[in-house]
Every structure is written in C-alpha cells, then in structure tokens.
C-alpha cells in the first residue's frame, strides 16, 4: 500500500509540473512570426530593387550585390551593384543575391527585433 501511495503521489507531482510547464510555455509571448512593418518594408525594398535591375539589363545575370556604400548602380567585380539601405530593423542582410534562371531569387535577412532570419522571394 506505501509503494502504491509513493507511485501515485510521485506520479500526480510528475503531471503537475507537466501541466505547468505547458501553461508557462503556452502564455508567454515568446515572439511570432510577425515582424515589425520597417524589417518587412526593408525585404521588399531589396527584392523591388533586385526585380528591378534583372528588367532593365539584357543580359542574363548571375549575381546582384547590394551594397550601402555606393549612391547608384553600378558594376563591380563583374556584377553590378545597387545601393540598398535598410533601416535599423535590418540587423544584417546577405549582400551578394544568387539569380537562378534568369530572373529566380531570394534576399535573406535578420531581423533586429527577433534576432530571426528571413528570406523574400520575387514573388
């Protein structure tokens, strides 16, 4: 009867905590996959600036940089470089953007607020 008794209460105590675990886990805040407007605006602007570049050259590409320390597109290192400048909700961005079939790419970014990475395609 004392080990049935130990078994149940250790038991019950192994749930309890269980439970309360869950319920601590499920009302935090915790982060979601919302982003602040500015880090969003910021992703477009990249991938509007990119869209941009791939309509009005010719030739096919395989790289666009985006950079904040020129003031227009120009081309460098074989590949033209376009001036991007995020805001401070943009902790950090790939700079170099791979282009697939022509006109196939994504921008990844870091938020500053969640410390999360983010990728927006062309579309």
């Known amino acids: 009867m004392k080990n ?3 078994r149940f ?6 749930a309890a905590v269980g439970l309360l675990g869950l319920t601590g886990c499920g009302s935090s805040d915790g982060g979601s996959a ?3 407007d500015a880090f969003v605006s910021d992703l477009q602007e ?3 600036i990119i869209s941009e570049q791939i309509e009005q050259v010719d030739a096919p590409m395989d790289q666009i940089m985006l950079a904040s320390d020129v003031d ?3 081309q460098k ?3 033209w470089v376009m001036p991007y400048y995020p805001s401070d909700a943009v902790a950090e961005y790939i700079s170099t953007i791979q282009i697939e079939n022509g006109s196939d790419f994504h921008i990844t970014a870091t938020s500053a607020e969640t410390g999360a990475e983010w990728n ?3 579309d």
């Open 120 to 122: 927006m395609d062309q």
């Open 46 to 48: 990249g991938v509007d």
């Open 4 to 6: 049935t008794l130990t």
């Open 34 to 36: 919302d982003e602040s």
């Open 72 to 74: 227009q597109a120009t």
């Open 77 to 79: 290192y074989g590949m």
């Open 9 to 14: 209460g250790l038991v019950t105590t192994l």
